[in-house]
């Protein structure tokens, strides 16, 4: 099989070219990878310095690298709950925990597990139902525990693969697939011969299977198709030594595994139907690995290995068998395809195999059939267009920085969501917590230490800051040490914090300096806007050719000179922040509150607004204390100019309120309850301008 004509290897390299222009390539990957790691890394951090008893771990194709563009992959995201402890021997037991005995019998399907409640003082299997919703009684007495809890975590969600919560993605994010797991610290003896077991070319290697026994496995809530008892069963999930292995492939098996994902979305699942997934493909390749030797998996030998994994794919289907590549008696298709969907897949995988490479060509998915025929010279260079391999590169790791700075902000909102309502004993001891990464973690956690904590510690200092202001008008040396820890989080949004505060203060003329050095700087670097309050998504036009290349050619580090994050303002904070901004922290009324919801809309209680707007409109304010008018008026005629011509605010509504008191205070009102209007226009419920109009209206019937 592997004696290949001309024309294969020929085909192949011409494969690995095009595979490689489109971003499967090692830069791209290793970029792709290290992204995931550090946001998984950054997750971790987060829930440790908040006591939540939970990790994510980001799993499939993006952390892997295994995707493109075209493939358009979501995110896997594992969540694993600490609070639960699932054993397979009883000294695992851990006091505290809800310990969950996993077991495997004559009434479980391989891959499959019952969990058994456990007492939490001794050693012994629970008796009595705790409650019938989560828990019943089999014919043996024991108590076990149903999988369906993930019905509870449906409400919001637009559909359920399996364990999964598919979060559908708004315009220019990704869809992710949210996965509830318990823990268990052991391997799983159902799969205890994969820890021996080595193929021809020594792979797995004896590191990958050290990894694995000592990481564990999962259980997630899902039974097996051919289950008698659905509601049962727990799937055991080894997906943390999967990612493993696939970090250990080499470019050609990435590439190849690109190709089979390509080829399944192109023509084996017509219409998105779900029939063969691409973990089955993994599977498939990663049994192909294991049988072969390493020396085979070349970039000249590309379209022979694909073959190969083409071939054990039919034959897995002809066979209704894809045995999971860890646990081997775990049947990936057991259940799967009806006789008719079996009949039609085999069909396209034998009609694609002996028309390969005219399939091949045909393939639309990154425009990989056009760029592979003008490799192969099939047509004119400059009869189809597509961005070159360096065009390609710029704008993937332009979309790594955006990525991970978004994830920024989501994690520091999900910060502040704990910080609410909170003593400032209890905050400190959040931070602390925090710094702990700064002192003891690993390399991943200092890196995404660096870029996190910034905006902890001054959201820190400014709650120390407003305590103080509300006792005695002053700011602490303590609280202004934590403000400047945290200057350098990104361009704009934490300077603005402190210069607010100055303001606060009535200290007009440092807040003045620090607001002219940040709009010097915001202009210097081709800075991008930052705000994951919403699932917005930027017109192209905010990213610029000067921030593509800076992205390119910088590490993650830029962001903290070419973003800048939108301002946020707990209650705990409202004593730092300017009064007319402080509305907005009491936008909705009752009726407001059923049209938002709980968790994602949890901002609307706070006071945020875009970087700029509040830059303008604190200027606007200070040069009017410092009486330097046409200062004043400068600063005005920029706080209307960014709402008018700037699309990338995301709180423009907020931006047309604050300007909307500005032209009260000019005596503008009928430009003032324009600016209201326009607001409403942008957010009809949820906003504070409701109150302004009245509040103004009511002003000139009294002036009346």
């Not at 994830?407 to 909170?422: A, D, E, P, T, V």
């Amino acid at each position: 099989m592997f004696q290949e004509p001309d024309y294969r290897e020929n085909l192949s390299l011409m494969l690995s070219e095009v595979l490689h222009d489109i971003g499967v390539n090692e830069r791209i990957v290793m970029r792709r990878r290290r992204k995931l790691m550090m946001m998984e890394t950054m997750s971790y951090i987060t829930n440790r310095s908040i006591d939540l008893d939970a990790t994510e771990y980001f799993l499939g194709s993006q952390s892997e690298g295994t995707t493109t563009k075209g493939l358009d992959s979501d995110y896997d995201v594992v969540v694993c709950m600490h609070n639960f402890n699932i054993i397979q021997d009883w000294s695992e037991l851990e006091p505290g925990k809800l310990n969950y005995l996993m077991i495997q019998d004559e009434n479980t399907t391989p891959g499959y597990c019952f969990l058994q409640l456990l007492r939490p003082d001794e050693p012994l299997p629970a008796t009595g139902i705790l409650d019938e919703c989560h828990h019943i009684t089999d014919r043996r007495g024991r108590i076990l525990y149903k999988n369906t809890i993930i019905n509870e975590m449906l409400e919001g969600a637009e559909q359920q693969h399996g364990p999964a919560i598919a979060e559908q993605g708004q315009p220019g994010l990704y869809d992710k697939d949210k996965v509830l797991a318990l823990p268990c610290k052991s391997w799983p003896q159902s799969a205890s011969g994969w820890l021996d077991r080595q193929g021809i070319g020594r792979w797995p290697t004896q590191e990958m299977r050290r990894y694995a026994a000592r990481t564990g496995c999962f259980v997630v809530s899902t039974g097996s198709k051919v289950s008698e008892y659905p509601e049962l069963e727990w799937r055991i999930s080894t997906s943390l030594a999967e990612r493993f292995c696939m970090l250990n492939l080499n470019i050609t098996q990435l590439r190849c595994y690109v190709l089979l994902k390509m080829i399944l979305k192109s023509f084996l699942n017509p219409q998105d139907e779900m029939n063969i997934s691409s973990f089955m493909c993994k599977t498939v390749l990663l049994h192909c690995i294991e049988n072969t030797e390493s020396v085979i998996w070349k970039d000249n030998n590309l379209f022979t290995c694909l073959t190969y994994c083409l071939l054990e794919l039919h034959s897995c289907v002809q066979n209704d068998c894809c045995s999971h590549f860890i646990i081997k008696e775990n049947n990936l298709m057991a259940g799967q395809f009806t006789a008719e969907t079996k009949h039609e897949l085999s069909k396209n995988i034998c009609d694609f195999i002996q028309n390969d490479r005219q399939r091949l060509l045909s393939i639309d998915i990154d425009d990989l059939g056009h760029r592979l025929q003008v490799k192969l010279n099939r047509v004119p260079h400059g009869i189809y267009y597509f961005f070159s391999s360096l065009e390609i590169q710029k704008l993937l790791l332009t979309t790594f920085v955006i990525d991970f700075a978004n994830g920024i902000s989501y994690r520091h909102m999900h910060i502040l969501k704990h910080f609410l309502n909170k003593n400032i004993r209890t905050i400190k001891q959040y931070v602390g917590k925090l710094m702990t990464f700064r002192d003891n973690g690993n390399r991943l956690e200092h890196a995404a230490f660096k870029l996190l904590a910034p905006f902890v510690f001054t959201t820190y200092g400014s709650i120390l800051a407003s305590s103080c202001i509300g006792e005695n008008n002053q700011v602490s040396p303590q609280a202004l040490v934590w403000l400047s820890a945290g200057l350098n989080s990104d361009i704009s949004s934490s300077r603005l914090k402190l210069a607010s505060v100055f303001y606060s203060t009535g200290d007009m003329e440092r807040a003045e300096l620090i607001l002219r050095h940040t709009e010097q700087q915001y202009f210097s670097y081709p800075v991008l806007p930052i705000c994951d309050c919403r699932y917005n998504h930027l017109p192209k036009e905010a990213v610029t050719a000067e921030f593509i290349r800076v992205c390119s050619e910088q590490s993650e580090d830029c962001i903290k000179y070419i973003t800048s994050f939108c301002v946020r303002f707990i209650q705990e904070e409202i004593n730092c922040v300017p009064h007319e901004l402080q509305y907005e922290m009491f936008r909705s009324t009752q009726d407001d509150m059923i049209h938002r919801d709980e968790y994602e809309d949890c901002w609307m209680d706070w006071a945020v607004v875009d970087s700029l707007p509040l830059l303008y409109f604190l200027q606007y304010k200070i040069y009017h204390h410092l009486q330097r008018h046409q200062d004043q008026q400068q600063a005005l005629c920029k706080l209307i100019r960014i709402i008018e011509t700037d699309e990338n605010l995301q709180h423009r509504e907020t931006a047309l309120n604050i300007l909307g008191q500005c032209m009260e205070q000019e005596n503008r009102p009928q430009q003032a309850l324009k600016c209201y209007m326009l607001s409403l226009q942008q957010r009809a419920r949820n906003n504070v301008a409701n109150i302004h109009i009245c509040k103004l209206l009511s002003g000139l019937l009294v002036s009346q």
